[in-house]
């Protein structure tokens, strides 16, 4: 299929959902993604996990911060003339996602210094399983909520349970409504009877004695303040699926030619399938698929001597380096040929060329965006 169609989800999608295994470039894909979407004119922010050092250098992202970084205009449009787009990138941090999460569903802003100020709020990200999955979702909730942006692309996590993100608000409150938390809730809860009410004072005198006098009291009201945001994660847990599943996103799985790798690929493009979310097709990365002009270096010979033997020697050399390099080009664009067969109606399946060092530089991020979205 054309790349024009990759193109063409730059342009109108909303939200873009990167998803793949660790170590296939899938970070590298979603910031090339988002320079091309805002060299062509859209407002764009790239909301990443983890970013290589160097890659994170050369898109002038700090290693933390509050808001999202703007890639600057003089950047962003190196050496062409400056236009309306503009290119925002923030590297999740769970703990300011978790602050920002209680500050905008809190009811007052006295409610959300209770939680956040409380020293059980910062052991929360530790006690909830796929912490980077819950931030991932909480903070594309929140952004899909501001205007501020045209279009979203998210990297998710590197792991196989990276579409947990979907589910992961609803963990969280189920976390926080589960039995054995609820051992913190208010004594005078629904759940109350003789036998729950002496669990619970056995469990408060244990751990005062271990963490110190007061320990479950001061654990008990944080359970207590933080149940309030409950139908606010709710809600916008469904709203997120929503989003999601609606024409306005797409869902992308980054791979390369590796065996491992693909695997992973056909199953994140399985779990889309089932869930019935908008599976828009592969990024075949670090591919030699696109590479069908590969020189012939006998073409050498002809510019010299019949009996210079170091000659001879040297350009048959390259011709088996060369007759490799085809082989394996001709091994990605049939890989490319299947995994364009398994693709559902309007799905895209894209080469992104092998660039190496080139993608520790702005320019190389630019010059992949326009490989994989040119005209």
């Known amino acids: 299929m054309s790349a024009r169609n990759l ?135 929140a952004f899909l909520t501001d205007d501020r942006y045209e279009l979203i692309v998210l990297d998710t996590p590197p792991s196989r349970h990276a579409l947990d993100f979907l589910d992961a ?32 004072a056995l469990v408060g005198r244990v751990l005062d004695g271990v963490f110190g006098a007061g320990f479950t009291r001061e654990m008990r009201g944080f359970v207590g303040a933080f149940g309030g945001l409950f139908a606010g994660i709710r809600l916008h847990t469904e709203r997120l699926r929503q989003r999601l599943a609606s024409p306005e996103a797409a869902f992308l799985l980054v791979t390369s030619p590796e065996s491992a790798a693909l695997r992973e690929a056909a199953f994140f493009r399985d779990t889309l399938l089932e869930r019935g979310l908008p599976f828009a097709g592969y990024v075949l990365n670090r591919s030699w698929a696109h590479d069908d002009a590969l020189t012939h270096p006998e073409a050498l010979l002809e510019h010299v001597g019949a009996a210079d033997l170091h000659a001879e020697h040297g350009v048959a050399a390259l011709s088996r380096l060369a007759a490799s390099e085809r082989t394996r080009a001709e091994a990605h664009r049939a890989l490319l040929s299947r995994l364009t067969e398994q693709l559902p109606r309007d799905a895209v399946a894209v080469a992104a060329p092998d660039a190496g060092g080139d993608l520790e530089e702005f320019s190389g991020l630019v010059r992949m965006g326009e490989a994989l979205a040119v005209e």
């Not at 007052?108 to 796929?130: D, K, N, W």
């Not at 963990?171 to 004594?187: I, K, N």
């Open 169 to 200: 608000p609803g963990r969280l409150s189920r976390f926080l409504d589960d039995r054995v938390v609820s051992l913190f809730g208010p004594e005078e809860s629904s759940r109350t009877g003789r036998l729950w009410q002496g669990a619970q």
């Open 7 to 141: 193109q063409k989800l730059l342009r109108d999608k909303r939200v873009l959902v990167l998803c793949g295994a660790g170590g296939v470039g899938k970070t590298t894909t979603a910031a090339a993604l988002g320079v091309a979407a805002a060299r062509a004119g859209r407002r764009v922010l790239v909301l990443t996990i983890d970013p290589a050092r160097r890659l994170a250098e050369a898109m002038g992202l700090p290693e933390s911060g509050p808001e999202p970084t703007t890639v600057s205009p003089e950047r962003l449009f190196a050496n062409g003339p400056a236009g309306p787009g503009r290119l925002d990138v923030w590297m999740l941090d769970p703990g300011l996602v978790f602050e920002h999460m209680v500050h905008r569903l809190a009811p007052s802003p006295e409610a959300a210094r209770t939680i956040v100020e409380h020293r059980m709020f910062r052991f929360l990200s530790e006690l909830v399983a796929g912490v980077q999955e819950y931030a991932a979702a909480e903070a594309l909730d």
